[in-house]
Nanobody
């Protein structure tokens, strides 16, 4: 199995910054995509940012240049640097990994337990 351990998050003021990190461990053969999603109670989980094969980055429209995602491939870690936060960024943020546990397996999705980000006005 694959375990995702998230760190960071917490409380920030509007205009402030936070960093989220996620470390993947366990039976990892390869990772194709690492990313961050977020969810507000009563709403669907939505993508925030993903990084594909450690190179190509995609961001949700609402990011508007405020966040940066990067991956440390050697450590199987993904980090989301968030700046210029607004109260609308308040949500539970989830780490997401799409990868394989061995050479013969299909790629599948794994989720972290989530970390709360709260932005006060």
């Amino acid at each position: 199995q694959v375990q995702l351990v998230e760190s960071g998050g917490g409380l920030a003021q509007a205009g402030g910054s936070l960093r989220l990190s996620c470390a993947a461990s366990g039976s990892i053969f390869s990772i194709d995509i690492m990313g961050w999603y977020r969810q507000v109670p009563g709403k669907q989980r939505e993508v925030v940012a993903v990084i594909i094969n450690g190179v190509t980055r995609h961001y949700a429209d609402f990011v508007e240049g405020r966040f940066t995602i990067f991956r440390d491939g050697a450590k199987n870690m993904v980090t989301l640097e968030m700046s210029n936060l607004t109260p609308e960024d308040t949500a539970i943020y989830y780490c997401n990994v799409y990868g394989r546990t061995d050479s013969s397996s299909y790629a599948r999705t794994f989720w972290g337990q989530g970390t709360q980000v709260t932005v006060s006005s």
